[in-house]
């Protein structure tokens, strides 16, 4: 792709994306985490800060800073996103709405528990509504919902959403998740 398409085309660079997704899911966060960074400031300088595809790579290397434990550089990124994205798309979009509940899993990871469970119950209300209640996206951020309840000792909350999460199983298969 590079040689024919060139360095700076979309699909390029996406394919480049998704090899730092395979290298990250092999544990290989170093190489994962450089590839992401060029991959970053190259859509950046190319299609801007606001495009979605920036917006996205920005948050894949937020996430690699996440599984580094660099919980902090993650935060940032993902509330750069976040603003972002609901400047842009509206508080509606479900890349908004993914944005937000990975800000939200940061939340939970850095112990603030109580920003977690804000963040989530809101996108999981609009989830609801926007994508509906067996949707993919719904049933994950209320399993993350009940995983920040369990992380307070709210333990009935936590097991009324649980009985939910089963519910994915049987809507999607045992494959989902």
């Known amino acids: 792709m590079r040689r024919v398409l060139g360095e700076e085309h979309p699909d ?3 394919s ?14 170093k190489q994962a985490e450089e590839l992401q960074v060029m991959v970053m400031e190259t859509m950046k300088r190319v299609f801007g800060e606001e495009h979605l595809d920036t917006l ?14 660099q919980l902090k550089q993650a ?17 509606e979009h479900p890349d908004t ?12 990871k850095l112990g603030q528990l109580k920003e977690a469970e804000e963040l989530q119950v809101m996108v999981m209300e609009t989830m609801k509504r926007v994508l509906g209640e ?7 951020i209320i399993g993350n919902l009940a995983s920040t309840y369990q992380d307070q000792g709210q333990w009935k ?10 519910m994915r199983k049987s809507v999607h298969g045992k494959e989902f998740y």
């Open 12 to 14: 390029t660079l996406r």
């Open 16 to 29: 480049i994306g998704n090899l730092a997704l395979t290298y990250l899911k092999q544990g290989q966060v």
């Open 56 to 69: 996205l790579s920005i948050g894949n290397l937020a996430s690699t800073y996440q599984k580094q434990g």
């Open 75 to 91: 935060e940032e990124l993902q509330v750069v996103v976040m603003e972002t994205m609901r400047r842009v798309f509206g508080e």
């Open 97 to 108: 709405l993914r944005s937000i509940g990975n800000l939200a899993l940061t939340f939970q």
């Open 134 to 140: 067996k949707h993919p996206d719904t049933l994950l």
């Open 157 to 166: 909350e936590a097991e009324k959403l649980q009985m939910v999460v089963k």
